[in-house]
């Protein structure tokens, strides 16, 4: 079995049952968990821990599963997936990349060989904006990372975010911010037929309520 990182470059996945034992999945896993739990700012209403843990691993999962990835590749999105905004504990800007480097320097002493990692680092910039994923396990993280949008808590979510930036100096009126909803749904995809079937009749509610609230405040 194949995978490929971001360069094009193919990582070997045989004997996958023998490197998942040599894995330490779980240590790599609360040692990301631990760190978002300790070192995130408060300022971080909406990329926290609840994003990481109860919103996109979940979907990560749960797009994996419906694109057919299991064994070793499924191991190393999940990894990916629990530490695709450790980054955020240093910094807002860049994010990602930071967040490659702490996973290379410390995904080594979970069993994890340098190929593994360097796929791992290239689903996680995945999830950079403007989104660019290139494999089939960086569509799924991008997708799972802005699962929300075809969500019925998206209302919610959106509010998190908002009062995220707003903390951090971003203060937009109404208007603004619901213009700036409609930009982004309108020029979002999704990459995987997976999070298209569950997301996309979502998230078209979600922009017509928000039209709707755009509308009212207009007139």
């Known amino acids: 079995m194949l995978a490929y990182t971001r360069n094009g470059t193919r990582v070997q996945m045989k004997r996958a049952r023998l490197d998942m034992m040599e894995l330490d999945f779980d240590g790599a896993k609360s040692y990301a968990l631990d760190r978002l739990e300790r070192e995130l700012a408060p300022q971080l209403t909406y990329h926290s821990v609840w994003h990481t843990s109860s919103d996109v691993v979940p979907a990560t999962e749960r797009l994996a599963v419906r694109s057919g990835v299991e064994g070793l590749p499924l191991v190393l999105l999940m990894t990916a ?41 290239g ?20 997708d799972a990372d802005l699962d929300n949008l075809g969500r019925d808590d998206f209302p919610e979510v959106s509010d998190r975010l908002r009062q995220e930036r707003a903390n951090y100096g971003g203060i937009l009126t109404d208007l603004e911010w619901y213009q700036e909803e409609v930009a982004f749904l309108r ?16 998230k078209a509610r979600n922009l017509e309520a928000i039209l709707s609230t755009l509308s009212e405040i207009e007139g």
Do not use: C
């Open 123 to 142: 689903i996680i910039m995945a999830t950079k904006l403007p989104q660019r994923p290139q494999t089939l396990l960086e569509q799924i993280m991008a």
């Open 81 to 121: 997936a629990w530490f695709h905004d450790i980054g955020f504990v240093e910094t807002r800007k860049d994010h990602e990349a930071v967040g490659v480097r702490i996973a290379a320097q410390v995904l080594p002493n979970f069993g994890y060989t340098a190929d593994q990692i360097e796929l791992i680092g």
């Open 187 to 202: 020029s979002h995809r999704y990459f995987t037929a997976a999070a298209r079937d569950l997301r996309n009749a979502g």
